[in-house]
């Protein structure tokens, strides 16, 4: 008899029991994602007002939504280049926004310039 298992084989089975991750993980992570959103209250509870009210709600925001993908999305396991798919769209998009907010600026002072100046 041939007790040799093939990589074929191997594969199936895998795919067949699925991939499982330690209960404590998904534990963890939901601890933090509480942990992150009583921080994110906080900032309300205590009326934080100003641009640190809008850099703490928005850091609060881009961890949790880290974690979520990471984990319970599995893109800490995926490709690399499956990762590049979802994450490299979102920072060419803040790259682009940026252009237009100096673009933006540009425009501005050009316009004070000549049409307060033409005058």
């Known amino acids: 008899m041939n007790h040799e298992v093939t990589s074929t084989q191997q594969t199936e089975a895998a795919h067949e029991s699925g991939q499982q991750h330690p209960i404590g993980l998904y534990l963890k992570v939901w601890g933090y994602l509480f942990v992150l959103s009583a921080m994110s209250y906080a900032v309300d509870y205590f009326e934080v007002q100003g641009i640190m009210r809008w850099i703490l709600i928005v ?3 881009l961890m949790k939504a ?3 993908v990471s984990i319970f999305m599995h893109m800490a ?3 690399l280049s499956l990762a590049y798919a979802i994450l490299v769209p979102p920072l060419v998009l803040l790259v682009l926004v940026r252009i237009m907010v100096y673009e933006s600026d540009y425009i501005f002072w050009t316009r004070a310039i000549f049409m307060d100046g033409g005058g």
């Open 59 to 61: 850091t609060f925001m």
């Open 66 to 68: 880290g974690l979520i």
């Open 77 to 79: 396991w995926e490709r």
